[in-house]
Nanobody, 125 residues
Framework: QVQLVESGGGLVQAGGSLRLSCAAS????????MAWFRQAPGKEREFVAA????????YYADSVKGQFTISRANAKNTVYLQMNTLKPEDTTVYFC??????????????????WGQGTQVTVSS
């Protein structure tokens, strides 16, 4: 069992930045790949970014490349999502997830085994 708790969401003006954190506990989540997804009401969950177990490989959705950066601190069992130059269309709930049994990240939500409760990001224009 892995528990994931996201934090760092909030309200920011367009062009601003936020850093999301996802703290993992329970089964050694820092041994596995992790990712961020987002989902707006009435829409499908969307891949944002993923990071390998070691942190040496990162994966991004085309829509956030160059804008968001995923990183991890395994000693703290935490993964981060640095979001810069935020736009109103980035407004939604962001979720972190852990992929057991694999060191590499995936773009697909069905490859992830545990999810956090989500944190709201609102970008005002």
């Amino acid at each position: 069992q892995v528990q994931l708790v996201e934090s760092g969401g909030g309200l920011v003006q367009a062009g601003g930045s936020l850093r999301l954190s996802c703290a993992a506990s329970g089964r050694t989540a820092n041994n596995y790949a992790m990712a961020w997804f987002r989902q707006a009401p009435g829409k499908e969950r969307e891949f944002v970014a993923a990071i390998s177990r070691s942190g040496g490989n990162t994966y991004y959705a085309d829509s956030v490349k160059g804008q968001f950066t995923i990183s991890r601190a395994n000693a703290k069992n935490t993964v981060y999502l640095q979001m810069n130059t935020l736009k109103p269309e980035d407004t939604t709930v962001y979720f972190c997830a852990v992929r057991l049994s694999y060191a590499r990240g995936s773009y697909f939500d069905y490859d992830y085994n545990y999810w956090g409760q989500g944190t709201q990001v609102t970008v005002s224009s």
